[in-house]
């Protein structure tokens, strides 16, 4: 079975932290994702990366900024958290070449709380 | 551009009942996939099912089955014989290439209920 682990469930942050959320999958998929959930707005795509340091922008990166090192890892930082970005983020990963994606394998989901 | 539509925000049926999602989709390519997802009340993402542009037969997989019309732009999702598990979110998307890049787009989501 795939498996995408994300490192923490729920996190609360104050206002202008840097924030970090860890996301590793073990099935050597090319691409990753960060999407954000938000009541009524379904899932917005934030960053993907379809291989090791690539990265490309999604529908709404502004404030955010991605890191992979390695091809299992896809990192999610907000540089300087605000309480705007309070919400549920989802990491997902997926088989594919250059971003051709098939279906998506999503990890728990980490709540973010920034006050 | 790319887009995928589900009109229906919230279902509720009661157990037993047969219920269809609709799902609507626009695209330029002539090479996409469409998935269904499902999110129970647990919260993760599960993916249900992919079709590809090229493969319009219809899908059954136990009590859920897949219509997939390309003259009418729709992936529609049915469940026969509803139970309570059946209750969840279910997200319908698209993947295609537009633009130089690939897409992949999520519908808003339809909330299904099931009454016991």
């Known amino acids: 079975d795939v498996k995408v682990t994300q490192s923490s469930r729920y996190l609360v942050k104050r206002t202008g932290e840097k924030v970090f959320l860890e996301c590793v999958q073990d099935?050597?998929?090319?691409?990753m994702f960060w999407y954000r959930q938000d009541p009524g707005l379904g899932l917005r795509l934030i960053y993907f990366s379809y291989d090791v340091k690539m990265k490309e922008k999604g529908d709404i990166p502004e404030g955010y900024s991605v890191s992979r090192e390695k091809k299992e890892r896809f990192s999610l930082i907000l540089e300087s958290a605000s309480t705007n970005q309070t919400s549920m983020y989802l990491c997902a990963s997926s088989s594919g070449y250059r971003g051709r994606t098939y279906e998506q394998y999503f990890g728990p989901g980490t709540r973010l709380t920034v006050t | 551009a790319q887009k995928v539509t589900q009109a229906q925000t919230e279902i509720s049926v009661v157990e037993k009942e047969d219920v269809t999602l609709d799902c609507v989709y626009e695209?330029?390519?002539?090479?996409?996939?469409l998935f269904w997802y499902k999110q129970p009340p647990s919260g993760e993402l599960v993916f249900l099912i992919r079709r590809n542009s090229f493969d319009e037969q219809n899908e059954i997989s136990g009590r859920y089955s897949w219509n997939f019309q390309k003259s009418t732009s729709s992936f529609n999702f049915t469940i026969t014989a509803s139970q309570v598990v059946d209750s969840a979110v279910y997200f319908c998307?698209?993947?295609?290439?537009?633009?130089?890049?690939?897409?992949?787009?999520f519908g808003t989501g339809t909330r299904l209920k099931v009454l016991a």
């Open positions: 695209t330029r390519d002539t090479t996409y996939y």
């Open positions: 099935m050597d998929h090319e691409n």
């Open positions: 998307a698209l993947s295609g290439h537009t633009s130089g890049t690939y897409k992949y787009i």
